[in-house]
């Protein structure tokens, strides 16, 4: 049974700050890996989608990374914001066309 | 993108009342939809599969008779709490795909509250 785990379980920066939020998964056998965002009381948002063949993914000031052998992956962002403040999410399919196990989430405080 | 909603966005009901919630793909036919549920301060967690015209896959500990799924268009999936309790207080969302291994768009979730 997939498991996926994050790391750290909250963090607090000051603004400016470059960060690494990290996510393992105990099966490789992954079809795709997806970081999402969710802010207090609010739904999903999707930030960056790896398919199992890609290594990473970019957009803006994020970027995710993916070592399907070892079950990890990382996201980084960039020049952190209070805007950035939120729950991130990593999140694992598994063979073609299953549910998404998520992790538990990291909470992100980025302090002005 | 693809888009999914869901209505109600929230709602209050009395202990033993029934609740619907839908769950729809507006741009796109959704073979199949995922119920996912997130109690405060946890993180989501897969409740039930549904494949339009079949019935729903549920996960361990979901009670099927408790939580029914009907998935009977290609657009459309429903969620109906039964007799709901304080205890199913939580943030229903629902997420579909047009195809297998297609990207899958979520919805943006039901916060329900039982009295």
């Known amino acids: 049974k997939q498991e996926v785990t994050q790391i750290p379980a909250a963090l607090s920066v000051p603004e400016g700050e470059n960060l690494v939020l990290n996510c393992s998964f105990t099966?490789?056998?992954?079809?795709?890996l997806q970081w999402f965002r969710q802010d207090p009381g609010k739904g999903l948002t999707s930030l960056l989608l790896i398919q199992s063949s890609q290594r990473e993914q970019t957009s803006g000031r994020l970027n995710a990374s993916l070592d399907k052998s070892s079950g990890r992956s990382t996201l980084y962002i960039a020049a952190s914001q209070p805007g950035d403040s939120a729950t991130y999410l990593c999140a694992v399919t598994g063979n073609y066309g299953q549910n998404f196990v998520f992790g538990p989430g990291t909470r992100l405080s980025v302090l002005p | 993108g693809a888009v999914v909603s869901q209505h109600p966005s929230w709602v209050i009901c009395k202990s033993g009342t029934s609740v619907k919630i839908e769950c729809r793909s507006l741009?796109?036919?959704?073979?199949?939809m995922f119920w996912y549920r997130q109690f405060p301060k946890q993180s989501l967690m897969l409740m039930a599969t549904s494949n339009e015209g079949s019935k729903a896959t549920y996960e361990q500990g979901v009670e099927k008779d408790k939580f029914l799924i009907n998935h009977a268009s290609l657009t459309l999936s429903t969620l109906t709490v039964t007799s709901a309790h304080p205890e199913d207080s939580s943030f229903y969302i629902c997420?579909?795909?047009?195809?297998?291994?297609?990207?899958?768009?979520f919805g943006p979730g039901t916060r329900l509250l039982v009295l």
């Open positions: 741009d796109f036919q959704a073979t199949t």
């Open positions: 997420s579909a795909e047009g195809g297998a291994g297609e990207t899958q768009y």
């Open positions: 099966d490789s056998a992954i079809y795709n």
